[in-house]
């Protein structure tokens, strides 16, 4: 995907419902590879391991009377799609709630992962 497309979030589909996200307040990050430097004796000795990541979504909401906040506390193995301004997508298949949303505060934030993602 080009870089370009990326823009801003401009919506989410959790559990095949549209949030009403707070787009400047959440946060992508898809998943990919973490690779460390090692360094050898002589310069062609060097080289890097990798260890693959996740994908993570911080998604904040705005409060809604329609919005089921429990029913996104309980969520494992679901699909996210994730619409950026540009024009660009992102889905987190089989995706789980790692952190449920603080209620009290009339804006909610979660925290949803998942083992992979892809971008189209």
Not at 54 to 82: H, S
Request: charged share 25%; net charge negative.
């Amino acid at each position: 995907m080009a870089c370009n497309k990326l823009k801003q979030i401009k919506s989410i589909t959790v559990a095949g419902g549209q949030q009403p996200i707070k787009a400047n307040e959440c946060k992508f990050t898809p998943s990919g590879k973490e690779r460390e430097h090692h360094v050898g004796q002589r310069p062609k000795d060097g080289g890097f391991t990798e260890t693959p990541t996740g994908a993570k979504l911080e998604m904040v909401l705005n409060d809604r009377m329609e919005t089921d906040y429990y029913a996104l506390n309980e969520i494992e193995c679901e699909t996210i799609i994730i619409e950026y301004t540009g024009g660009g997508t992102h889905v987190m298949p089989n995706a789980w709630c790692e952190k449920p949303g603080d209620l009290d505060t009339g804006t909610g934030k979660w925290v949803f992962c998942s083992n992979e993602s892809r971008g189209g």
